[in-house]
């Protein structure tokens, strides 16, 4: 889960309608370190600071820093809370232990995904759910509704939480010698799991989740003391080949890690089986939940469902291109594309017919005019070695 990098670039205007630019509380430091920025959700949000290349490679051998603070941050608490948020999300968040995190989905009543996001469970009846920015106040306004019938309140935090993300083989060595940065359990936080901190006085919640395919923390931080935070990360990590990464190295991360996107793999028309998250949805579980009835009956016959395509060459296929089968009938569309820098080779999802979504069949890309082979594969293309 992470917020869409399908924004397109801001254009000024002094129309007072228009809603304000949002900045992050890292904002100069971006700037300070060379940033090109991009209008994103209505935030001024680095994309680069080199290139996304070498920004990428670095995440993959050693570290990558990320801002992030433009994520939704949503505090739901009160003593029927984890009652609430059952009946809330598709996934079972009752059962999540304290200090634990579990991705979720947020549906439609008509079964559609609104929003794919994280929820942490930080106390008996205390949950922060962290959505996409562009989703922020629809996944707000959900919750609130949604948990009216219950005893417990919903409390909109994100204007009040930074978040920074560490991300790289080397991020724990990195994170671990950053000064003041104090986190029980650090070495032994599994993946999915977090823990309460300071750093220089300031509360933290470091989480050992991420979004790249890669070992990595993220930190949760009051806004006036994430400038400091970056710093010390940054200056601490810089003799270990960690580098600021921006959002378009982000994307072909978790491109290569086959983790969807919202607004391109994941949207309020597309049912979560077709995405390949059926299991995210637990129809085990006790009681109704919004969206029960409808992915219970599921999508019409013959809907299109998600795969990866691998391609030879260096020709990529990019979101809305058509995808054709031998005949040069489109049985399909690009969702997410790119010439992957990790492979060496054109990576792809991509929502196809039924009949051709087997691995190894031979479908070809429509790239500009020009047909590009490409064979059904299986996701995620890359997969981190272990330790």
Known sequence: MTDSTDSTEGVSSTDSTEPAERFSPL????????????????????????????????????????????????????????????????GKISAVAIGQAKYSLLLGREGGIIDDLVVYRTGADRFIVVANASNRESVATELVERTAPFECEVFDESDDIALIAIQGPKSFEILSQVPGVAAAGLADLKYYWSTSGQFEGHEILVARTGYTGEDGFEIYIAPDAAPALWRAIAETGAGSGLVPAGLASRDTLRL?????????????????????????????????????????????????????????????????????????????VVTSGALSPTLGYPVAMAYVDPAVQELGTELFLDVRGTSVQASVTALPFYTRKAN
Do not use: C
């Open 27 to 90: 904002h100069q430091q971006h700037v300070d370190a060379g940033a090109s920025f991009t209008d994103f959700a209505g935030w001024q949000m680095p994309v680069r600071y080199s290139s996304d290349l070498a920004e990428h490679h670095a995440v993959r051998t050693a570290a990558g820093l990320f801002d992030l603070s433009h994520m939704g941050e949503i505090v739901v608490i009160g003593p029927e809370s984890a009652d609430a948020l059952d009946y809330a999300f598709a």
């Open 256 to 332: 290569e890690a086959g983790m969807p996107l919202y607004g391109h793999e994941l949207g309020l028309t597309t049912f979560p089986v077709q995405a390949g998250l059926g299991r995210v949805v637990n129809l085990k579980k006790e009681g109704d939940f919004v969206g029960r009835s409808a992915v219970e009956t599921g999508p019409v016959d013959g809907a299109r469902v998600l795969v990866g395509l691998r391609a030879d060459g260096k020709r990529a296929g990019r979101a809305d291109y058509p995808v054709r089968d031998a005949h040069g009938v489109q049985v399909g």
